[in-house]
Nanobody, 128 residues
Framework: QVQLVESGGGLAQPGGSLRLSCAAS????????MGWFRQAPGKERQLFAA????????HYADAVKGRFTISRDNDKNTLYLQMNSLKPEDTALYYC?????????????????????WGQGTQATVSS
């Protein structure tokens, strides 16, 4: 019954911006930390941003720190990703994901094993 649906992907120029959304249903969204993963062609899926259940506390991979912002609206059951200063290497399929456990947070939040549901993904392409 858990569903995660990403949207907002598309084509952007280097230095441009995209805003991704993830609509969640089938669980109490406000009780789980959420993450954004991305997967480039021929590469492993990697987490690059995460946010705790209440919002506020966030984690970013060095590759996106200062450029991407993760946020959430628990009243709307929606996760967001604001992507600024885009680079060609940001080109990937972007997924949102739900943590396995309610109101807990692990130091190893980048491990795929800590997430149990992913959306179908939305493609972001950065090219001139």
């Amino acid at each position: 019954q858990v569903q995660l649906v990403e949207s907002g992907g598309g084509l952007a120029q280097p230095g441009g911006s995209l805003r991704l959304s993830c609509a969640a249903s089938g669980f109490t969204f406000g009780n789980y930390y959420m993450g954004w993963f991305r997967q480039a062609p021929g590469k492993e899926r990697q987490l690059f941003a995460a946010i705790i259940w209440s919002g506020g506390s966030t984690h970013y991979a060095d590759a996106v720190k200062g450029r991407f912002t993760i946020s959430r609206d628990n009243d709307k059951n929606t996760l967001y990703l604001q992507m600024n200063s885009l680079k060609p290497e940001d080109t990937a399929l972007y997924y949102c994901a739900k943590a396995r456990t309610s109101r807990t947070y692990s130091a190893t939040i980048d491990l795929v094993a800590h997430y149990d549901y992913w959306g179908q993904g939305t493609q972001a392409t950065v090219s001139s």
